[in-house]
């Protein structure tokens, strides 16, 4: 098959099977499974592309869709509050650091070639069935019925994080955390002048 | 609480349909005379030299982790943000307020490394 | 089902406001700096040229659309698509008036939606916005968007973290997330946030113009040195929609301006006015704070790209983090606190 062709499959297949789950969605719980099944194919469609597609760029595109549909389940969840910091620092924060970074990388102009039909069917059936075994193993699916909902909001994740008697040490900590991150990205960064040089030479930007 | 949200379902659906639908009126109604001198990028009437894909520099990408870090430091502040009025009426205002000037503080010093590396300014 | 009537009533009724505004913008734009360049400006399409908008669209829709070559296609045509949809998106959450009556039991409110982290929603839908600058710029393979694509997204992420922080001090002084309480937390005698509130205000203002990519932060389309930036290989209605998305965030940020800062839809010293007394404030305020848009191209020279960078992160940060710590200050320690 030719490139054109492959991605045609591709994207069919995972239109299909995008419509299939939310079609069983509509079937089994209503309108909420409808978009349950929206969300996630959303989430697994987006990670699929990830792996499929051969210019870095697109492939780290990809990653908008599933974390977007993330942040739906978040919300289909009954937890708002999540799905926005999860639109706010991955979407709007992580993603465009990985596109960054990929551009920083040297240009592929050729982008990738290699026919990974193959090897990527059988990555993505040999981790489905190793997640889907695990799954299987650790879920009691009946328990999910009898679940309190999940209405948690910001104040009470706030009180959580900063009374006495919550998680002060790990709220702190996450200070900590954040400070050795900076430190290490302008160490990077400001390295080798040498490498700032080069780049002007290079005719980078 | 879904409820709350579909309407933005609701408003999703028409932005996607008014932003996709014109875009695709535009393509099926608009002429079509391409050439290749038309299809060469711009670069004021000369002819494009190297390549397009240059590689930028890291200035842009620690622009990108910084903006994360403090990011996640504006999330945690949502959170107390929220509950200051609470916080300072249950008497335990002073005390959640230290745990924050201590959370800010390491971040503050974080900037403040930054700021002396050089990581802030854009000197090229 | 009549609940899902009344949603996509005021759905419809919202979204064509602020759609509607962002094109009379474009109009406005022209005609306004026309006023102030002692020029006529669009009077030939309609009464007064008032038509203008709708003439652009559809000589848009015939334009020919150019696709350069060695570009991403579907990237380059979802660009446009990516920078209209997060404006649009925002508007979700606007409260443009309060409550409009009841309708079986439940309340009908002058907003899309009314969750509870209505503020939080904004900021991050909007943040989404950086993606149509990015990817506009890589995909059309040319080195006057890419340069331009870079330096807006670069942009918008350092400013927005000052708007972040400017939001979070009204929300420290409300104590609450959702955009109608912010509302009504400003009610009585100089209650609006602008007075307890004024550097957040100014910091507020200033990002919001660098979020919108405005003058004098225009740097994605500084034509002087980038042509047209990111959307410099960008033609017909792919063209108009990075407008259309460029005014539609105007519009929600001079909105939201006007809900954080200047009492939303409450009208001054009419404590109980009705609903559509309400939506005139709002829309006066707002219309207001939409003319400071096109006041300011008009009267500020453009920055240079590292005094940009130099204002957002050496001043307004530092700045807002004062800020917050100032009003943290004040709400545990000062009047009120226990």
Excluded at chain 1, 51 to 68: K, P, Y
Excluded at chain 1, 88 to 101: D, E, K, M
Excluded at chain 3, 73 to 94: D, G, N, R, S, Y
Excluded at chain 3, 306 to 331: C, E, R, S, Y
Aim: glycine share 10%; net charge neutral.
């Amino acid at each position: 098959m030719d490139l054109r062709k492959q991605q045609i499959a591709f994207y069919t297949a995972l239109l299909f099977g995008a419509l299939a789950a939310m079609g069983w969605g509509l079937k089994t719980a209503g309108i909420q499974g409808a978009m349950f099944g929206f969300f996630a194919s959303f989430t697994l469609g987006g990670g699929l592309m990830c792996i499929w597609e051969r210019s870095v760029v697109r492939s780290a595109f990809s990653l908008m869709a599933t974390f977007c549909g993330v942040a739906g389940l978040f919300i289909l969840l009954g937890h708002d509050f999540l799905a926005m910091a999860q639109i706010l620092i991955y979407v709007g924060g992580i993603l465009v650091l990985i596109l960054f970074g990929v551009m920083l990388t040297p240009p592929d102009l050729n982008e990738r070639q290699l026919p990974r039909v193959g090897l990527g069917v059988v990555a993505v059936v040999g981790a489905l069935a190793f997640v889907g075994a695990k799954v299987a193993a650790v879920v009691n699916w009946a328990q999910a019925e009898t679940l309190p909902p999940a209405e948690t909001k910001a104040e009470q994740i706030g009180a959580a994080f900063l009374r006495a008697d919550g998680y002060v040490i790990a709220f702190e900590l996450a200070a900590v955390l954040l400070t050795v991150a900076l430190v290490a990205a302008v160490y990077i960064a400001r390295r080798k002048p040498s490498d700032l040089i080069d780049l002007t030479e290079e005719g980078g930007y | 609480m879904l409820t709350n949200y579909a309407p933005v379902l609701i408003l999703l659906g028409i932005a996607v349909a008014f932003a996709a639908g014109n875009l695709i009126i535009s393509d099926l109604l608009g002429r079509k005379r391409l050439n290749s001198e038309k299809a060469t990028a711009y670069e004021c009437g000369m002819d494009a030299v190297g390549s397009a894909r240059i590689r930028l520099s890291i200035h842009f990408y620690l622009v990108a982790v910084l903006f994360i870090l403090f990011d996640v430091e504006a999330i945690f502040l949502i959170l107390w943000a929220t509950n200051a009025k609470a916080f300072a009426a249950a008497g335990v205002g002073s005390f959640v307020f230290m745990e924050i000037t201590a959370f800010v503080a390491v971040l503050a010093v974080a900037l403040a490394y930054v700021w002396r590396k050089g990581g802030l300014t854009w000197d090229r | 089902m009549s609940m899902i009537l009344i949603w996509l009533l005021i759905t419809v009724a919202c979204y064509g406001a602020v759609i509607g505004t962002a094109a009379l913008m474009t109009f406005a734009e022209r005609k306004v700096s026309a006023a102030m360049q002692y020029r006529y400006g669009p009077n030939r399409v309609g009464p007064f040229g008032l038509l203008q908008p709708l003439a652009d669209g559809v000589k848009f829709i015939f334009k020919e659309e150019v696709i350069p070559a060695g570009a991403n296609p579907w990237i380059f045509k979802l660009a446009p698509i990516l920078t209209a949809l997060p404006a649009m998106l925002a508007i979700a959450v606007i409260p443009f008036t309060g409550v409009i009556g009841t309708f079986e039991g439940t309340e009908v409110l002058g907003s899309i939606a009314n969750p509870e982290i209505g503020i939080l929603y904004v900021l991050a839908v909007t943040g989404v916005g950086v993606y149509g600058a990015i990817l506009g710029g890589w995909a059309s393979n040319s080195k006057y968007s890419l340069l331009g694509g870079l330096r807006a997204s670069a942009q918008m992420v350092s400013y927005e973290l000052s708007l972040i922080l400017a939001v979070l001090a009204v929300v420290a002084t409300t104590g609450s997330l959702n955009l109608h309480e912010i509302v009504a937390g400003q009610s009585g005698w100089f209650g609006w946030n602008v007075f307890s509130q004024p550097l957040a205000f100014v910091l507020f203002l200033v990002c919001s113009y660098a979020e919108t990519n405005r003058h004098p932060f225009d740097f994605a389309e500084c034509e002087p040195e980038l042509v047209g930036g990111f959307h410099t290989e960008y033609s017909s209605m792919k063209f108009a929609m990075f407008f259309i998305g460029e005014y539609t965030a105007m519009v929600v940020m001079a909105c939201l301006t006007t809900t954080l800062f200047f009492g939303g839809y409450l009208v001054p010293f009419w404590a109980d006015a009705p609903w559509w007394m309400g939506l005139i404030a709002f829309g006066a305020k707002t219309s207001f704070f939409l003319l400071l848009f096109i006041w300011v191209r008009w009267t500020l020279p453009r920055f240079r790209y590292d005094q940009l960078m130099h204002l957002g992160w050496k001043v307004l940060f530092p700045l807002a983090l004062i800020n917050i710590f100032v009003t943290g200050l004040v709400i545990s320690f000062g009047p009120g606190a226990n």
